[in-house]
């Protein structure tokens, strides 16, 4: 088993773990040991596996990466509390904070042989004498330095890795190598039965920093032209810096996919019918329809946001904000719901907004009404459209009872106004009137 392998085999602890060569695991444990009943029965559970696997190992549990190794190799396995890094580094020699032989070497000849004298020492001369790198580790370990780690990811997840021989550093350069990622990936994934969800474009520049370009899939998909297209239009937020050494393509979700001959079946209905010119067409419009829908949702939500791009779906309710809802744009249609036999406008207030209307009682609409300190003469009425609560929460919504009137006034601008209550029980409304929506 090669150090990678052991730490994809440590992804049953937690979701992010890296190979620390030449000998060693790390495993970012933070908010999974309570799973195992703690660290130390997380420790238990490791080391008594591996011993099983015959794997002699030592490991411990820090705050930070460059105290865990420490530990793990030169001080007493185990937990270490939370905020007593230094005081458990103290005794350790300066070895452990993963220095250059000849530069442990050197300190011991200071008189520097322990972690806790080194951390006391002067800085200035410190870095002076021995460069930048030594106060690195010892701030790394002590968790006054970030040290980031490279994850290994499960084998189970499909991606593929395109190195280049001299860096790249324009968008024209970058988009020529995300087709031959794009193709990589989807045959692997069509390999597996699998479409692709999630996709991460991970750019590896030459100064050894990382960029990630995410983009998210509607429904699953393998598709290698759509996938080329959605990520291409997302490399102007790249930033390639000094150059761009090598791209990966990572599926980090993917769900089961079956095979699509959509256009197969089609085209084989054409031959056998051909006669039949208009169920043909039909036919290839509802198999084409909706992977082209399902690919212009794709780069609208990646451009705009997935929460702003869905379809209204209606309600089972005459209340008319309650009678949508926002569903996901490819969500799959629920039953058939009735509207109402008067139309109602497309566009609904956020809150019904109360105006001042002459009218007559009881059926009568009103014949003029001030909104927003204009006064609106009333042409032409249709109504009124009677609206209560749902019939399971009638006790409860008794003053819910509205009529409402579509009204045009004299300049043909349409209004949607209603009146609370229904004129004979005061207990269902004031008999107020509200504008709700606008034609």
Same mark, same amino acid.
Do not use: K, N
């Given at each position: 088993m090669t150090l990678d392998e052991l730490a994809a085999w440590c992804l049953r602890y937690a979701p992010l773990t890296a190979a620390?060569?030449?000998?060693?695991?790390?495993?970012?444990?933070?908010?999974?040991?309570?799973?195992?009943?703690?660290?130390?029965?997380?420790? #238990?559970?490791?080391?008594? /596996? $591996?011993?099983?696997?015959?794997?002699? !190992?030592? =490991? +411990?549990?820090?705050?930070? %990466?460059? &105290?865990?190794?420490?530990?793990?190799?030169?001080?007493?396995?185990?937990?270490?509390?939370?905020?007593?890094?230094?005081?458990?580094?103290?005794?350790?020699?300066?070895?452990?904070?993963?220095?250059?032989?000849?530069? #442990?070497?050197?300190?011991? /000849? $200071?008189?520097?042989?322990?972690?806790? !004298?080194? =951390? +006391?020492?002067?800085?200035? %001369?410190? &870095?002076?004498?021995?460069?930048?790198?030594?106060?690195?580790?010892?701030?790394?370990?002590?968790?006054?330095?970030?040290?980031?780690?490279?994850?290994?990811?499960?084998?189970?997840?499909?991606?593929h890795r395109l190195g280049f021989l001299e860096p790249l550093l324009t968008v024209d350069a970058l988009a020529a190598a995300v087709s031959p990622l794009a193709e990589a990936v989807c045959a692997a994934l069509e390999r597996r039965g699998l479409g692709a969800r999630c996709l991460e474009l991970v750019f590896e520049r030459v100064d050894a920093r990382v960029q990630v370009v995410p983009a998210g899939l509607a429904r699953p998909t393998r598709a290698p032209r759509h996938l080329t297209r959605l990520l291409a239009e997302r490399l102007d937020r790249v930033d390639p810096g000094l150059g761009v050494e090598a791209m990966r393509l990572v599926v980090p979700h993917a769900e089961r996919l079956g095979p699509v001959q959509a256009e197969a079946l089609a085209e084989s209905v054409i031959v056998r019918g051909g006669t039949a010119g208009d169920v043909n067409h039909a036919l290839k419009q509802e198999f084409s329809e909706p992977a082209d829908i399902a690919a212009l949702v794709d780069r609208l939500g990646n451009r705009f946001g997935a929460d702003r791009v869905y379809r209204v779906e209606p309600v089972e309710s005459d209340v008319p904000e309650r009678a949508a809802r926002r569903v996901p744009a490819l969500a799959p249609f629920g039953r058939v719901v009735l509207w109402p036999a008067l139309p109602r406008p497309a566009r609904l207030l956020p809150y019904p907004q109360p105006v001042q209307a002459l009218s007559v009682l009881p059926d009568h609409p009103p014949a003029a009404f001030v909104w927003r300190r204009v006064r609106h003469r009333v042409r032409r009425a249709d109504g009124p459209e009677r609206v209560s609560g749902e019939w399971w929460k009638r006790e409860r919504e008794v003053a819910a009872v509205r009529d409402y009137w579509a009204v045009e006034d004299e300049d043909g601008r349409r209004f949607w106004l209603y009146r609370r209550g229904d004129g004979i029980d005061s207990a269902t409304g004031d008999l107020s009137w509200f504008l709700h929506g606008l034609f």
């Open positions: 620390d060569p030449p000998d060693g695991v790390w495993i970012d444990a933070t908010g999974c040991a309570h799973l195992f009943g703690g660290e130390a029965g997380m420790l #238990a559970d490791l080391t008594d /596996r $591996l011993t099983r696997a015959g794997i002699d !190992a030592r =490991a +411990a549990v820090a705050d930070t %990466p460059g &105290a865990a190794h420490a530990m793990a190799r030169y001080g007493r396995h185990g937990v270490v509390p939370r905020g007593a890094t230094a005081q458990a580094l103290a005794p350790l020699p300066v070895a452990a904070l993963r220095l250059a032989p000849e530069t #442990a070497a050197a300190l011991r /000849r $200071l008189g520097l042989e322990r972690v806790g !004298a080194l =951390a +006391a020492a002067p800085r200035a %001369p410190l &870095a002076r004498r021995f460069g930048p790198g030594l106060l690195t580790r010892l701030d790394q370990a002590l968790g006054r330095a970030p040290e980031p780690l490279t994850p290994v990811l499960s084998p189970e997840i499909v991606q």
